[in-house]
């Protein structure tokens, strides 16, 4: 599955919501690549060399299959990251990713789950071509005239430029706020993230602490990440056969969306 996860305006947390996805996604086959063109942070939070990362990644652009290990860093936060350098100069890199590595990203996402962090989403951004790509785009927005009046502004282009399905992530209010925005830009809401100091502290990494994962942001997260595996296609089993020479040989069973795990009959 290939998820993005951007903003309108502002820092409403996009970054936060995509490494806590990658960190705690109920499947040990999550990678956060950071794509925001303005430059990644992750790598001065958690204190890693931003190379090889997103600039290695989208130059190779044709590996094949789950984002290669080379190109990732582990996070003490337990997720899987392609930093990106900080600045502009990030941009070139998302352009040359948009251009040239789609399909590789595709073709990644088919067999694992990659989430791209596109940053904040304007029309020249070169990121909403990757974020065109993604089966679902999380856009997040703070329960406020300002933030509902900068998404309202871009739903026009947006929602024209996506495949994928567009769902709106609630900010710092978990009730009547995210439930107004919801309605009024006549957008779906996959969940709320509150407002939470110490969460947000471990997931810029600030702070150490043991079971963060039930601290309320990481719970909150953690509900996004099973609201999104619930929209999963089930995995159809398909047989192919295969023929050799003269005899055929026993089937390979076939997932669409769990190719990796390809089992043969015996
Ligand atoms: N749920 C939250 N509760 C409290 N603080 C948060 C939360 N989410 C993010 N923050 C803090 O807000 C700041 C901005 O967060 P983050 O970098 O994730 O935003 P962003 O939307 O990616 O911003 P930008 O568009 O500049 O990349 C960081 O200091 C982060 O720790
Ligand atoms: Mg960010």
């Known amino acids: 599955m290939l998820i993005a996860v951007g903003s ?8 936060t919501l995509g490494l806590g ?35 290695a990644l989208a130059a190779a652009a044709t590996w ?18 392609v930093l990106a350098i900080p600045g502009d100069g990030a941009a070139a890199s998302v352009l040359t990713l948009a251009d040239r590595g789609l399909e590789a990203l595709r073709q990644a996402a088919a067999t694992a789950t990659v989430i791209l962090d596109v940053g904040r989403l304007d029309h020249r951004s070169p990121a909403v071509a990757l974020a065109a790509a993604a089966d679902h785009v999380l856009l997040l927005a703070a329960p406020s005239l300002a ?31 995210t439930a107004e925005l919801s309605r009024d830009l006549g957008l779906p809401v996959i969940g709320t993230v509150p407002y939470s100091r110490w969460g947000a502290s471990v997931l810029s990494g ?11 942001l990481a719970r909150a997260v953690r509900c996004i990440a099973a609201a999104l595996c619930a929209l999963e296609p089930e995995p159809t089993e398909q047989v192919v056969w295969r023929a050799t020479g003269r005899s055929a040989v026993p089937p390979v069973i076939t997932s669409p969306t769990f190719a990796g795990r390809r089992r043969e009959a015996s």
């Open 64 to 81: 094949q299959g789950p984002i290669p290990g080379f190109f990732r860093r582990r996070l003490s936060v337990g997720a899987d990251v």
């Open 147 to 177: 933030q509902q009046t900068q998404v309202g502004a871009r739903l026009p282009w947006l929602s024209h430029a996506l495949s994928g399905k567009l769902w709106l992530v609630g900010v710092g209010d978990g009730g009547h706020g």
């Open 206 to 216: 600030q702070l150490r602490i043991p079971n963060w994962q039930r601290l309320k």
């Open 8 to 15: 309108g305006k502002g820092a409403p947390g996009a970054t």
């Open 21 to 55: 996805l990658a960190a705690l996604w109920p499947r040990p086959d999550a990678a956060l690549v950071e794509c925001d063109p303005a430059g990644g942070d992750l790598w001065a939070r958690f204190g890693h060399h931003p190379e090889p990362g997103l600039s």
